[in-house]
Structure formats: C-alpha cells, structure tokens
C-alpha cells in the first residue's frame, strides 16, 4: 500500500458491472479535479484474441488452462510491477485492450481484441484506478491486493452475473448466446479459484440483488433495472462508516447486518458518490500531508 500514490482497485467477474463503478469514479474525479491514471485489466491478458484463437485451434487441450480469468492467459507480473512501480514513484507502463464498444479507437484504426503499444504512464497523476479481473488477486507467485489503498468488490447474485453477461455480449460484442454460455461454463474453475476469493479480501463489496425472477440466467430475458433490484454493501471495517448518515441521506436505505448496508438499485449512484468520496478525499489528504 502507498500514501504517496494511491492505489484504487475495482475487481470482479466480467459481467458483474466494475465498469458502472469506474464510470462513478470518473464523474467524481472530474467534479473534483482529480488526475487519475486509468488502467484497464483486460490490457495484461497475456494474447491477443486472434492470438489465444490461433493457440487453442492448433493446442485445444489448452482451453481450459487459458480462461481470461486464469493466471496462464494474463501478464500478473507485469501487473504486480505496475501496481509497485506505482506506488513507489507514480510511473509505470501501461496499455489498452480494443473492446466492441471502444468506438472511438475501432474509428481511429484499431482492431476489435487487440492491444495498443504499452506507453508511460502520464506524469503528475493524483491516484491510479485500475478496473478489471484481478486487482485483489493472491497466489503463490503474485500479490496483487498488497498494493491495494481501496479494494472495491463487485459481485451481483450469480445468476444476474450471468444474465449481465450474457445481454452485453450479445448486444454490444457480437457473440451468440450459445457461445457466451459455453465460455461461463469453461471459466468455471478460474471463477472458483482466482475470482472469488479477492471478494474476502475488499473494502468494500457491492451487490446487486434482483427482485424479479432471475431462475434460469439462460433464458433470453431482459436484464433487470435499477429499480427491479437493491444494492447489498458490505464494509469491511464498520466502525469507519456513519450508517446513521448514509441511511439518512439515501431513501429507503437499511442495515441487515452491523457491516452491511442494503439500497434501492436506482439510488446506487447516490450511495456510491456518498461513501466513496470521502474515502477518496482521504487518501488524498494522507498524500498531500506527508
């Protein structure tokens, strides 16, 4: 961990909403003239995705070893460089995975599943945010979550996680249902393994619960909205929250339990601003005092 150089993490499954997080903390960073490094997590995926094809056309005995959630399909020491590279002087590399939605790099040029150059990180940054699979992982060879100021965990009830999915890659990717599923399935393990367990070891976990039937998460459906669900939070050290405040100022907020606080989906937006700003002015505060 540094106080020089903050280190943010958002980490959770594809699918679950990390980016709903980091949009949050974009609109928070430009309100309050915060400079941000952004790292996306799908940039260290070891292959590009002609590549990984390439290699499990001719080796598919691979496939399951080469899940993106697994730590043979991703570049975890170079992520482990970057996050104490950071920390310690505010520099690093970094690059970008092109991603369907990424438009304005497919207009510049880019290739859907490819990589841009890896680049330094811009000087004068306050903090990094890195969004992606891995920010809280640990295994016998890397430990990321070590350099980790604030872990965030985003984790809907599984069978939204795969709905969630399911709809966006689809709809915005390109991909047929049949082949989404079939790679839920393969991920299994590497779920299991690599992407549950950072969600012990966060700050702060975000939840998102349906309220409508979400039994068979294969069954073309639409995905729940806001107000088709709540928001389970869970804090790891509840005496640094004011719960009074929190439920005073969201509507229809509660406590289900002493380190847990549960919001109306449509006022997740409000409750993230409420809770993380501060958390961030902090960091900032312990970095400039220093």
């Known amino acids: 961990m540094s106080r020089e150089f903050p280190i943010i993490a958002v980490t959770g499954s594809s699918g ?3 980016t ?3 949009r949050t903390f974009e609109r928070m960073f430009a309100r309050e003239d915060v400079h941000a490094a952004f790292i996306d997590g799908d940039a260290f995926h070891r292959y590009s995705r002609a590549e990984l094809a390439e290699i499990l056309q001719t080796e598919p005995e691979r496939k399951a070893e080469l899940s993106h959630f697994s730590v043979n399909a991703n570049l975890l020491d170079r992520l482990d460089t970057l996050f104490q590279e950071y920390g310690d002087s505010g520099k690093g590399t970094y690059r970008h995975y092109i991603h369907a939605e990424d438009k304005r790099m497919i207009e510049a040029g880019w290739q859907v599943g490819t990589f841009t150059d890896w680049q330094p990180i811009p000087s004068g940054t306050d903090l990094m945010l890195y969004e992606g ?6 295994t016998h060879e890397v430990d990321i979550a070590r350099h980790v100021d604030m872990l965030i965990g985003v984790a809907p009830t ?4 795969w709905l969630q999915k399911i709809d966006r890659d689809t709809k915005l990717r390109g991909y047929s249902q049949e082949a989404v599923i079939e790679t839920i399935l393969g991920r299994m393990h590497d779920y299991v393994r690599y992407i549950q367990p950072q969600l012990s070891r966060t700050h702060i976990n975000f939840q998102r619960v349906p309220t409508v039937d979400t039994s068979n998460p294969f069954e073309l459906q639409d995905v729940p909205n806001d107000g088709e669900s709540f928001v389970v939070i869970r804090f790891r050290d509840p005496e640094a929250v004011d719960f009074p405040y929190l439920v005073t100022m969201i509507h229809d907020a509660f406590m289900s339990r002493p380190n847990t606080l549960v919001v109306p989906g449509a006022r997740l937006s409000l409750a993230m601003d409420l809770i993380l700003a501060p958390k961030v002015r902090q960091l900032l505060a312990q ?4």
């Open 133 to 138: 699979l891995h920010g809280g992982l640990v």
């Open 287 to 290: 970095r400039r005092f220093r």
């Open 16 to 18: 679950a909403g990390t």
């Open 20 to 22: 709903t997080v980091k």
């Open 158 to 161: 599984i069978n939204l996680e």
